[in-house]
């Protein structure tokens, strides 16, 4: 069992950056793939980021590559969201998830943490 939680979200401005963090409970962390995913109103769930587990590969949405950074801290128990260059529809619910494979990161999911960009 894993339990998620995220914390860093907040409203900026255009062109800012932010830093989300999740932070999981559990001694299994580093066996779990990493995943960042969003939702904005009216949309669906999308991906967003994911690393492996001992923060080699990662992947990223064509919409913010070059301008997100993901990571991972397996002696924390906790991954970042590093997102620079924010633009208005990077505004959603961001959350963290936790899966057993890259195609699978959907066994665990936080709460989430609202980002708003403002024009």
């Known amino acids: 069992q894993v339990q998620l939680q995220e914390s860093g979200g907040g409203l900026v401005q255009a062109g800012d950056s932010l830093r989300l963090s999740c932070a999981a409970s559990?001694?299994?962390?580093?066996?779990?793939?990493m995943g960042w995913f969003r939702q904005a109103p009216g949309k669906e769930r999308e991906f967003v980021a994911a690393i492996s587990r001992y923060g080699g590969p990662t992947s990223y949405a064509a919409s913010v590559k070059g301008r997100f950074t993901i990571s991972r801290d397996n002696a924390k128990n906790t991954i970042y969201l590093q997102m620079n260059n924010l633009k208005p529809e990077d505004t959603a619910v961001y959350y963290c998830a936790a899966g057993s494979s890259t195609n699978s990161i959907n066994d665990y999911w936080g709460q989430g943490t609202q980002v708003t960009v403002s024009s």
């Open positions: 559990g001694r299994t962390f580093s066996y779990y793939v």
